[in-house]
């Protein structure tokens, strides 16, 4: 694949194992379960606030330590609050770091609602084991508020970052100085996904005043499976089971040696959909 400096970043066996962590993190909302891999202890829940209007606490992810690492995990959009705050593309000054440009109001208000805790809880591990932050699809830019904010303050300084079919998380300001601080960040997403083509690029007048305008963060890791579903080109099962042929003796280990860890791939195929027929009688 022909992307300069990627290569030198992208890691298959860990985009392999944080987007199955992302699938638990999605789990873990919607069955209250969690299957961690062997050696992966659970340290902390994440809650936020996510809404507008009425915002309500939910889970968000969580964070879990091994011997040699630190996993921060976030999930996918799922409730009807989550696409509520996914519409709110407002943007606000990034609040953590100064003169580091404007981001999505709805996903910075959900980071915002739990960043003392979350930073409170990674303070007390230990900064010389790698901390991977990952997210799927809202989890993307939660996981992208979180790295630049951690990576200035607090001791863990080179956070390794993969997203999963994320939307854009700010303006092209933010993405810059965003680019600047975080060098290990990889940005996987399908060609096909419709996610990541979200917010647009632009939103001009008369939309707002002055206008809207958003830009990805480095680095993308582009992914091609077409599913003939925008639904299946975005599950994170698929973008899970396209990873996994990188590097299948790797995945399957994981998998056979970590029972109900890994994502349920059996959807991945393309969708044979036709219209129903309604019957009168």
């Excluded at 979350?118 to 303070?123: A, C, D, P, Q, T």
């Excluded at 951690?150 to 700010?170: D, L, M, W």
């Excluded at 056979?256 to 994502?263: A, E, I, S």
């Amino acid at each position: 694949m022909d992307i300069p400096g990627v290569e030198n970043i992208f890691n298959s066996e860990d985009a392999i194992l944080l987007a199955a962590m992302c699938h638990q993190s999605n789990l873990l909302f919607e069955k209250e379960e969690l299957t961690l891999p062997k050696g992966f202890e659970l340290r902390y829940i994440i809650r936020a606030l996510a809404g507008v209007e009425y915002p309500e606490a939910e889970v968000f992810g969580f964070i879990t330590e091994s011997r040699a690492e630190i996993v921060i995990a976030f999930r996918g959009t799922d409730s009807f609050r989550d696409n509520e705050s996914d519409q709110d593309l407002y943007q606000v000054p990034y609040p953590f770091v100064s003169n580091m440009g404007k981001t999505h109001r709805g996903f910075t208000c959900i980071y915002q609602s739990t960043r003392d805790i979350l930073i409170s809880e990674l303070n007390k591990l230990s900064t010389t084991k790698r901390l991977l932050i990952a997210g799927y699809s809202l989890g993307g830019p939660l996981s992208v508020l979180a790295a630049l904010d951690i990576a200035v303050n607090t001791n863990f300084k080179f956070p390794i970052v993969y997203t999963y079919g994320s939307p854009r998380t700010g303006d092209p300001d933010f993405a810059f100085r965003f680019n600047q601080v975080i060098k290990n960040s990889i940005r996987i997403f399908n060609v096909h996904d419709i996610i990541p083509t979200l917010p647009e690029k632009a939103y001009p007048p008369p939309f707002t005043k002055e206008g809207l305008y958003y830009r990805h963060v480095n680095n993308n890791y582009p992914l091609s499976f077409q599913l003939n579903s925008l639904a299946r080109n975005h599950y994170i099962n698929c973008y899970f089971n396209n990873l996994s042929q990188m590097n299948p003796g790797f995945a399957k280990a994981l998998c056979y040696d970590n029972p109900g860890f890994c994502p349920d791939t059996g959807l991945c195929i393309p969708f044979e959909g036709i219209c129903s027929e309604n019957s009168s009688s």
